[in-house]
């Protein structure tokens, strides 16, 4: 977890989500607008880096962990295993992970938005528009676990990317409801970044311009998560604890079928 000073008076917590991280006072230059309208110039986030792709040898174990991963669990105790023990370091890290940075965000009666980062610095590499309204995402997860998966059509000769298909349908904690579309990052999309750039781990409102907002208040939740790629048809991206002592609070599954 990210350190951080407290938070300026302007920012205020939803109240069913408790602070894990406080956001330092932005350093941007003060408008009298609005602290989400900068100029399209203020924006420095830096571009993600190019990662080479896999040896062969790193592919022959990726396999090899794939195979092993699919051999049944035994637990003589409990039916369903909810976590495996060893599965997480102190930290929060887990095994055979890369660990991003995760925000969920949206005004609290309009569709949630989620952006994958490398780091808070960077651009965007996914975005994705959830057909759930911000508000009650964030009130499920503060109450307890949620789970989303994103499921699309397998296609033969497949090679697009998996976080690069265009729409999923979406199944929230078991339940159909709705879909989910990749879309690039807008003008307001990238404003949300840079302001929180600043910050690893933390949720809160971003302050208007003081005007009516019938969609509500622009509302953030920011976390590190780890992306556990399975093969070229899944991934998952876990939300970590801050404190790492128990299982992701949301799940978010990618999955061709």
Request: glycine fraction near 8%.
């Amino acid at each position: 977890m990210a350190n951080a000073s407290l938070p300026p008076p302007s920012l205020q917590l939803p109240p069913s989500l408790p602070e894990h991280t406080s956001l330092s006072p932005n350093s941007e230059p003060s408008s009298p607008r609005s602290p989400r309208s900068p100029p399209r110039s203020a924006i420095s986030l830096q571009q993600p880096t190019t990662k080479k792709g896999p040896s062969k040898s790193a592919k022959i174990f990726r396999r090899f962990r794939a195979v092993l991963r699919s051999f049944p669990i035994i637990t003589p105790t409990c039916k369903i295993p909810i976590s495996l023990p060893g599965s997480r370091l102190h930290d929060g890290h887990i095994h055979g992970g890369t660990r991003m940075t995760g925000t969920l965000f949206g005004h609290r009666k309009a569709r949630f938005n989620l952006a994958i980062q490398e780091n808070p610095s960077s651009l965007p590499i996914l975005l994705l528009e959830l057909t759930i309204p911000t508000g009650k995402l964030l009130q499920d997860i503060g109450m307890g676990l949620v789970r989303i998966a994103l499921e699309c059509e397998k296609k033969p000769n497949e090679k697009t990317k998996i976080i690069n298909e265009p729409i999923w349908t979406m199944y929230y904690n078991g339940r159909k409801a709705g879909y989910g579309v990749k879309r690039e990052p807008t003008d307001e999309d990238l404003i949300v970044m840079q302001i929180l750039r600043v910050m690893s781990m933390g949720a809160g409102v971003i302050p208007d311009d003081g005007t009516e907002q019938p969609e509500g208040e622009l509302t953030y939740m920011r976390s590190h998560f780890e992306r556990v790629i399975g093969s070229k048809d899944s991934e998952t991206y876990y939300m970590t604890n801050p404190d790492g002592n128990s299982g992701p609070e949301l799940t978010i599954f990618f999955v061709r079928i």
